[in-house]
């Protein structure tokens, strides 16, 4: 089955403590995005990739990290997390941008206390 | 004033009615216009996709441009419970060599059986 996986499902955690969110897609798309989801805003984009070893920021990336060492993977690292990251976030994939159908992940609650 | 405009709702409406969502936008330079589904706790799903003005057609479903008005919208016939969801307009543009897809805010609609 075409799916985004995102882990884990829910995560609370610490102010600092580093923590990393998972996202793999099996339909060898090559781009990939995170966003995150608040109540009020929407959707906005934090960081998306193009391809493989190219990442670049959206509209909200400061807090966060992103690789893309392999096409199926784009892991959303918070190295320090703070409150204002407590969010619902989303990972997405399409063939080759946003102008294609966007696979979403079923998303990642973090709270961070 | 934002790019992209969409009333939050909520929506609530009895099975069967015509339901009529809309977004509005300020920013000619979209050309790109989808309508994205989400239903609790789930990631959002594509379910209509536009180029150019006028309607386009699937099922219950129709999803109509006005681009000399900056405008779109989504109406839903024969509504079901099924359709309960909130419904995400997105529209895209070329900015910086790069194509950003910019989300409205979602309407919550209920269809009461």
């Known amino acids: 089955e075409a799916q985004v996986t995102q882990n884990p499902r829910y995560l609370i955690t610490v102010t600092g403590k580093k923590l990393t969110v998972t996202c793999s897609q099996n339909?060898?798309?090559?781009?990939m995005s995170w966003y995150r989801q608040d109540p009020g805003l929407g959707l906005r984009q934090i960081y998306y990739?193009?391809?493989?070893?190219?990442?670049d920021k959206g509209d909200v990336p400061e807090g966060y990290k992103v690789s893309r060492k392999e096409k199926r993977n784009f892991p959303l690292i918070l190295e320090s997390p703070s409150p204002n990251q407590t969010s619902l976030y989303f990972c997405?994939?399409?063939?080759?941008?946003?102008?294609?159908?966007?696979?979403f992940g079923s998303g990642t609650q973090l709270s961070v206390l | 004033q934002k790019e992209v405009e969409q009333d939050p709702g909520p929506l609530s409406v009895p099975e069967g009615a015509i339901v009529s969502l809309n977004c509005t936008y300020s920013?000619?330079?979209?050309?790109?216009f989808m309508w994205y589904r989400q239903y609790s706790r789930k990631g959002p799903e594509l379910l209509m996709y536009?180029?150019?003005?006028g309607n386009k057609e699937d099922g219950r479903f129709t999803a109509q441009v006005d681009k000399s008005s900056k405008y779109i919208s989504l109406f839903i016939r024969d509504s079901q419970p099924s359709d309960s969801a909130t419904y995400l307009c997105?529209?895209?543009?070329?900015?910086?060599?790069?194509?950003?897809?910019?989300f409205g805010k979602g309407t919550k609609l209920t269809v009461n059986p």
């Open positions: 997405a994939s399409s063939s080759h941008g946003v102008n294609e159908k966007l696979f």
């Open positions: 339909m060898n798309h090559e781009y």
């Open positions: 990739s193009m391809n493989v070893e190219v990442t």
């Open positions: 920013n000619s330079a979209f050309q790109y």
């Open positions: 536009t180029y150019s003005s």
């Open positions: 997105a529209m895209s543009k070329t900015q910086g060599g790069s194509e950003k897809l910019v």
